[in-house]
């Protein structure tokens, strides 16, 4: 996808408070960055425009964010999204200009986010040797292992069904079980949903959006992640693994509350 270039994005950006662009200094002391340091902290992997990064912070200021993208460009965007939610400088949000593929350049375990959010990455699927670029195959799920407190979260949408089947896969293979899913999110009664840009479009178009919550266990990927391929046998076998561990919550309407927003185990479903 080509993204435009915009000539005051930068500018702006470098003059604000709360941007980071590939700053490796911060590496294991994210938290200090924030007003707030002792609040749990979230991330955010290809953040986009911001919409839905800044809607989340503006209702849940108890949290500290911080928005990743890899294009100024984009960030721009997100920037100004940002302060007309939450206003000029919010003390709960940076956003980070850093190639995802290397995240763990920039974050550690004494990082330790308790979230991770995915939301409408690339999948990735017209050539199989271009599937490890896509945001949740196991050599990026062993990164954010490295980072990602114990109990940690990641919480996957996408549109595309390839992309979701074969992350179920990935999510499996690499220690992480299955909280909750769902192949129609708007029509599961979830809440939270915060919409991004994207969401909106597919919403629009009628195309149903998957989703599900994974839960680092303490499962080790026992297979080398970078040079993985998943094979159709591979994939039926993690998936089979994956069906028989789902835990679906008893109600129709689910909300996860995050009342308390500690370690990821104090989430409930009702």
Same mark, same amino acid.
């Given at each position: 996808?080509?993204?435009?270039?915009?000539?005051?994005?930068?500018?702006?950006?470098?003059?604000?408070?709360?941007?980071?662009?590939?700053?490796?200094?911060?590496?294991?002391?994210?938290?200090?960055?924030?007003?707030?340091?002792?609040?749990?902290?979230?991330?955010?992997?290809?953040?986009?425009?911001?919409?839905?990064?800044?809607?989340?912070?503006?209702?849940?200021?108890?949290?500290?964010?911080?928005?990743?993208?890899?294009?100024?460009?984009? *960030?721009?965007?997100?920037?100004?999204? @940002? $302060? !007309?939610?939450?206003? =000029?400088?919010? &003390?709960?949000? #940076? +956003? *980070?200009?850093?190639?995802?593929?290397? @995240? $763990? !350049?920039?974050?550690? =375990?004494?990082? &330790?986010?308790? #979230? +991770?959010?995915?939301?409408?990455?690339?999948?990735?699927?017209?050539?199989?040797?271009?599937?490890?670029?896509?945001?949740?195959?196991?050599?990026?799920?062993?990164?954010?292992?490295?980072?990602?407190?114990?109990?940690?979260?990641?919480?996957?949408?996408?549109?595309?069904?390839?992309?979701?089947?074969?992350?179920?896969?990935?999510?499996?293979?690499?220690?992480?079980?299955?909280?909750?899913?769902?192949?129609?999110?708007?029509?599961?009664?979830?809440?939270?949903?915060?919409?991004?840009?994207?969401?909106?479009?597919?919403?629009?178009?009628?195309?149903?959006?998957?989703?599900?919550?994974?839960?680092?266990?303490?499962?080790?990927?026992?297979?080398?992640?970078?040079?993985?391929?998943?094979?159709?046998?591979?994939?039926?076998?993690?998936?089979?693994?994956?069906?028989?561990?789902?835990?679906?919550?008893?109600?129709?309407?689910?909300?996860?509350?995050?009342?308390?927003?500690?370690?990821?185990?104090?989430?409930?479903?009702?």
């Amino acid at each position: 996808m080509h993204i435009r270039r915009k000539k005051w994005a930068r500018p702006e950006l470098h003059a604000c408070p709360y941007f980071d662009e590939e700053t490796e200094e911060r590496k294991g002391k994210w938290r200090e960055a924030f007003t707030r340091p002792g609040l749990p902290l979230h991330l955010e992997m290809g953040c986009g425009k911001g919409v839905s990064t800044a809607a989340m912070a503006a209702d849940n200021p108890e949290i500290n964010y911080v928005a990743v993208d890899i294009s100024q460009d984009v *960030l721009g965007d997100a920037r100004r999204n @940002i $302060e !007309r939610v939450c206003g =000029e400088n919010p &003390g709960n949000i #940076r +956003i *980070l200009c850093a190639d995802i593929a290397g @995240i $763990e !350049r920039y974050f550690d =375990e004494d990082d &330790g986010p308790e #979230r +991770i959010y995915i939301s409408f990455c690339n999948p990735w699927s017209e050539r199989p040797k271009h599937e490890k670029r896509r945001l949740t195959h196991p050599r990026q799920l062993v990164q954010y292992r490295r980072m990602l407190r114990t109990d940690g979260e990641i919480w996957f949408k996408t549109d595309d069904d390839t992309l979701f089947e074969d992350s179920r896969a990935y999510f499996q293979l690499c220690g992480f079980d299955c909280a909750y899913i769902t192949w129609d999110l708007a029509g599961s009664g979830f809440t939270p949903n915060y919409i991004s840009e994207h969401e909106q479009k597919y919403m629009a178009e009628g195309v149903p959006i998957k989703f599900g919550i994974f839960r680092m266990t303490q499962r080790e990927p026992e297979f080398d992640p970078v040079r993985f391929r998943l094979t159709p046998g591979v994939r039926r076998r993690a998936l089979e693994l994956a069906a028989a561990g789902i835990r679906m919550p008893d109600a129709e309407n689910v909300t996860w509350r995050a009342a308390e927003h500690g370690a990821a185990g104090d989430h409930t479903a009702e």
